[in-house]
């Protein structure tokens, strides 16, 4: 007699991938901690007040693809739509270093840059233009990754520390180039890029006016 081995049924069960991260956003009024938070980015006499501004919590890919929460203060009139943007930007796996407000480098514009931060509000004047208010007064421009994104004019590089990606033809993660995620996505809200500017180029820079 002969006998025939049946298999046992396997106990295996296929599983599915995990979905993939989506994005997440909020946005919020300025309450007093926050405002306590802000003693170096805002003063009296800005040209925004407080309850002009919103603070934006957005999800970004950081440079070693992780998901990061970032936090920007913006204008309250583009929040909806710069909330956009940083979906879009999330959508095309872009990734931005850090997203911190600037007051945690005491309001220093050139150490956030060297730090390769993306920030937006900050109280202040346009560099080497006294008693123009830049459009980071009014929470109307925000800087991206800004080490690699550095400003150029002639032979001045700021930050220094951006020397070594002033050549655009060479690509960078994080960097941002002519029609690429990162200016489709602020073109889109009508946003004039600093790198689209005649002279000095400013590559980290996006604005609603353009200054």
Sequence with gaps: QTTTQVPAPSTTTSTSAPPPPSFRSS???IDDDLAARMTTSWREGCPVALSDLRYLLVSHWDSAGEVRIGELVVAA???EELVQVFGDLFEAGFPIQQMRLIDD???SDPASMVANNTSAFNCREVAYRPGVWSNHASGTAIDVNTR???YVDGDFIDPPEGAPYIDRSVEVAGGIYPGDAVTQAFGAIGWEWGGDWSGAADY???SAAGG
Excluded: D, M, S, T
Aim: no cysteine; charged share 5%.
């Design 27 to 29: 946005i919020h009024e």
């Design 77 to 79: 009139a583009w929040a």
């Design 105 to 107: 480098f005491a309001g």
């Design 148 to 150: 690699v994104n550095p």
């Design 204 to 206: 980290q820079h996006f």
